[in-house]
């Protein structure tokens, strides 16, 4: 762990951390991406930054509140910075090159993360990306984050198809109960298969994310 300390965070206003909440960088280097997030004027920031080698850094301490979901939602709560910590993965994201997560990379997010969640005692349910807290404007951490092998290392969920017997018109309600917003239907279609179903990225509920989803809310409620 590399103490790297960023100026951007203020008080919780004493909210209990109850989500973790996972990034890309999405700018063409590690370097770069530290120096905004530590940027006074950038007025952005996360708890912690993981380069591709695996290095941690640590910006911001877990009782203070970064800066880093922005306009989001989750199972109706509105102030997700308030209530989360952030972890900033380094990754040129779908604007610079996307590319795959080194496994050395995975496995330092996944130490992490489970020492967070332990800390405060954060559900399964409750480690989401941040395109499922604002899917109309993010895609992070994306399609090519392992989050499958996170859920069987103990960190978030991984959902197993069970067909449901609600049919495809009540997909959206079904996705918002599980905690999206499904103000734009397609994005948070899409959201949601980046985290659950990264194969194929659909704007369309079909089969397959109607069982997945059927299984997200079997497993977890
Ligand atoms: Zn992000």
Redesign the pocket.
């Given at each position: 762990m590399i103490d790297a300390p960023s100026p951007n965070h203020d008080d919780r206003g004493g909210h209990p951390v109850d989500i973790l909440l996972m990034?890309?960088t999405?700018m063409q280097s590690g370097p770069e991406a530290l120096a905004r997030l530590r940027d006074r004027d950038a007025k952005v920031s996360a708890h912690y930054v993981v380069e591709e080698d695996g290095r941690i850094f640590h910006l911001v301490p877990e009782e203070r509140r970064a800066w880093?979901a922005g306009v989001s939602t989750w199972q109706g709560a509105n102030n997700i910075n308030q209530r989360s910590i952030g972890i900033e993965i380094v990754n040129p994201g779908h604007e610079f090159g996307y590319r795959p997560f080194p496994a050395v990379q995975m496995q330092a997010v996944k130490e992490l993360s489970l020492g967070i969640i332990a800390r405060h005692a954060i559900p399964a349910s409750r480690v989401i990306g941040?395109s499922d807290v604002a899917p109309k404007r993010?895609e992070?951490p994306g399609e090519f984050f392992d989050w499958q092998g996170l859920a069987t290392a103990g960190v978030g969920v991984w959902p197993r198809a069970k067909a449901p017997d609600w049919s495809d018109g009540a997909f959206f309600t079904h996705l918002e109960r599980y905690g999206y917003d499904i103000g734009d239907e397609a994005a948070a279609a899409r959201a949601f298969c980046r985290h659950f179903r990264p194969t194929h990225i659909a704007d369309v509920p079909d089969a397959e994310m109607m069982a997945l989803l059927n299984g997200l809310l079997i497993g977890d409620i």
């Open positions: 990034h890309y999405g880093h941040h993010k992070d």
